[in-house]
T-cell receptor
């Protein structure tokens, strides 16, 4: 298994500011993903974080709004830029070793005022 | 984005009852996972099914992957309050992305 931690666990931010969420895995994973989830609802894939290259974004998500970094096999960041109240959500990262098993972090609960 | 529809969306049952959750798609997946998520936590993997027609059992939980690898079901026997949570299916595409189902919120009443 893999243990994934995220920082911060929650934050309250002002409209127009940016927040960077960190995701740390305790061991190397092949793939890392970022998701968004409204409480009690399903997960929407934002992007695949690729080591050493630009992330692969899903339809409806763009790099300018959600820049992602992945400098190595155990760490990734997601920035939510120029936030608006519509960005209030839970942001989750996950890691996969290519074995059809995803391990999730506990999530970052973001509230934008 | 590949859509996976789960039914029912909400389910509230008494302890000891049986239930089945369905996950349906028009897309074929190389594998399909079921997760359970509790409030304030990330989803936790329950099972992965890979082969069409495959059936896996995990104590009181039985998972089945459709023959065409487009759908799946989760059956819980004699539900317990500890089974309460959000159940999510997720299909793995040929591009190695995971697409999650719409979710089923289960409440088991003691």
């Amino acid at each position: 298994s893999a243990v994934i931690s995220q920082k911060p666990s929650r934050d309250i931010c002002q409209r127009g500011t940016s927040l960077t969420i960190q995701c740390q895995v305790d061991s190397q994973v092949t793939m890392m993903f970022w998701y968004r989830q409204q409480p009690g609802q399903s997960l929407t894939l934002i992007a695949t974080a690729n080591q050493g290259s630009e992330a692969t974004y899903e339809s409806g998500f763009v790099i300018d709004k959600f820049p992602i970094s992945r400098p190595n096999l155990t760490f990734s960041t997601l920035t939510v830029s120029n936030m608006s109240p519509e960005d209030s959500s839970i942001y989750l990262c996950s890691g996969d070793r290519g074995t059809d098993t995803q391990y999730f972090g506990p999530g970052t609960r973001l509230t934008v005022l | 984005t590949q859509l996976l529809e789960q039914s029912p969306q909400f389910l509230s049952i008494q302890e000891g009852e049986n239930l089945t959750v369905y996950c349906n798609s028009s897309s074929v997946f190389s594998s399909l996972q079921w997760y359970r998520q509790e409030p304030g936590e990330g989803p936790v993997l329950l099972v992965t099914v890979v082969t069409g027609g495959e059936v896996k059992k995990l104590k009181r939980l039985t998972f089945q992957f459709g023959d065409a690898r487009k759908d799946s079901s989760l059956h819980i026997t004699a539900a317990q309050p500890g089974d309460t949570g959000l159940y999510l299916c997720a299909g793995k595409s040929t591009g190695n992305q995971f697409y999650f189902g719409t979710g089923t919120s289960l409440t088991v009443i003691p």
